[in-house]
């Protein structure tokens, strides 16, 4: 295994528009970010992952991007921007940004200019075609070919109607992108975590698919295209190579057995990718707001495929939510009476997986997802487009608001919790660009910096834990109870440490915990605060240690 600093560190995701208004308009902007990187390299972050902060109309929130070299006006200026990354090196974290070249904004000059004429430069820029070769399901509603009239053709859009597919196949809009890439890893910049890279290889024979089922499709149609390895090879011969950097790849639609294809050793592709499987088990066929049943041990098996898949060789970033997906505590804890220990029980789990982690903001604060009572409070475009589906098709809407509550996207998108102030302190403008989760008044960053047993310091003593005892970060892992369907429990071990993970994931006490006597190992950490019982309490977590046998352990395998 090889050991290098992108391993070690921990990411922190900025979601800027909701992470911190500086002047009162009630958008996040990046002097926001500047005035909070006291209160991040406090926690023990190193990387910071900024959704994407460039010129942008922002029918997604940036991820619809109008000029890649350019700030969105709302969140500052280069000026700023320039400010911000040399404050998060003079701290010692690192800026990785968002890289979105499946697409632009159809606001982009490029499409301006391709949609203008069929003989215009431009044009193959994008996916034109004179008739609608397929039909295929957009992410957000509706379907994915969009007729345009000013030519008579139709055009390619995977996501929003706003964000036309660029042609990888052009070797001209490779060159742009890599042309781009240059200018900002030129200012500094450490890193890209890159939209959804595993689509930018179409299948240009336009497969027939079948609606009824999503992620099939995401996995066999709009992901690992023919050309896909070619492109990224290519991206990291022309620019990656070039830079002390690192990269993760957002990979939903790549299954464990193709993992390596992207970041194994030998590829010179990326050094990480996000894996999905944990995310869309509680899809239905319908997608994301038709709910399925799932349980902990489809969990489990998710982190044992991909662990397995990955080997020696490779390796990726594990996230338990992000800007897409619920609050991880409102998830896969529980965000009612055992909110905090299910909170520190997750944030073990989250920073001893064989993988870097990611930390999307306001976790470290335990915050939870929102249930507005209106369709008028979200502002997200899927929640939008599926609401606007489901009424023109007569759905049933109280139903879908139910659903939107528990998986929408404005469930990570209320702005960070800073402390009980009006709008939470995030803003003093009258109202922001969404409201405040209404539970703010209890919990805010300003209340778990004023208690030192809060998920804020358990998070820090993790993260420092963690940097301390590398057997964390590369010790083979093993799990120690498949066919348990509340406990999670683990091994991590190598020549210098042998750690045992025990996390119940129920409201009920848990007996019977495999794996050695626990009188016979000592206890590292737990998110109780007395641990003598021989039984694990609702949402109880521990780390033990064992000692003295660590010379043992290295045979072991
Ligand atoms: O997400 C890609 C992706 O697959 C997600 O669409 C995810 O499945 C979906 O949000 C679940 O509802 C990336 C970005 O993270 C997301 O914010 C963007 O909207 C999307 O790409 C388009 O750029
Ligand atoms: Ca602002």
Known sequence: MTKTWWKEAVIYQIYPRSFKDSNGDGIGDLAGIIEKLDYLAQLGVDILWLSPIYQSPNDDNGYDISDYRAIMTEFGDLATFERMLAAIHERGMKLMLDL????????????????????????????????????????????????????????????????????????????????????????????????????????LEWPAVDWSD????????????????????????????????TTVGEAPGVPPSLANTYVGEDRQELDMIFHFGHMFLDWGPGGKFDLTTWDLRDFKRVFNEWYAAL?????????????????????????????IPSAKLLAILLLSQRGTPSIYQGTEIGMT?????????????????????????????????AAIHQQGRDNVRTPVQWDDTPHAGFTTAPAPWIKVNPNYPHINAAAVLADPNSIFYFYQQLLSFRKAHLTWVYG???????????????????????????????????????GPALTQMSLVMGNYPDTQTAYLRPWEARVYEVEGRRSEVGNRR
């Open 100 to 203: 979105v070249v499946n697409h632009s904004s159809d606001e982009h000059r490029w499409f301006q200019e391709s949609r203008k004429s069929k003989d215009n430069p431009y044009r193959d820029y994008y996916f034109w075609r004179p008739e609608k070769p397929v039909s295929w399901p957009s992410f957000f509603g509706g379907e994915a070919w969009e007729y345009d009239a000013a030519t008579g053709e139709y055009y390619l859009h995977l996501f929003s109607k706003k964000q036309p597919d660029l042609n990888w196949e052009n070797p001209k809009l490779r060159e742009e992108v890599y042309d781009m890439m240059r200018f900002w890893l030129d200012k500094g910049v450490d890193g890209f975590r890159m939209d959804v890279i595993p689509f930018i290889s179409k299948r």
């Open 214 to 245: 999503f992620p099939k499709i995401v996995e066999e149609v709009y992901a690992n295209g023919p050309r896909l390895h070619e492109f990224l090879q290519e991206m990291h011969r022309e620019v990656l190579s070039h830079y002390p950097i």
């Open 311 to 339: 080997g020696e060789t490779g390796w990726v970033s594990i996230f338990l939510d992000n800007h897409d997906f619920p609050r991880l505590v409102s998830r896969w804890g529980n965000d009612g009476e055992y909110r």
């Open 369 to 401: 997802n929102v249930a507005f009572p209106s369709i008028e409070d979200y502002r997200d475009i899927e929640t939008l487009n599926t609401w606007r589906e489901a009424q023109e098709k007569g759905a049933d809407l109280e139903q879908l608001l």
């Open 476 to 514: 083979e892992y093993v799990m120690l109870d498949n066919n348990d369907t509340r406990l999670y429990a683990y091994r991590r071990w190598d020549e210098n440490g042998d750690f045992y993970f025990f996390l119940n994931f129920s409201d009920e006490d848990f007996h019977g915990l495999p």
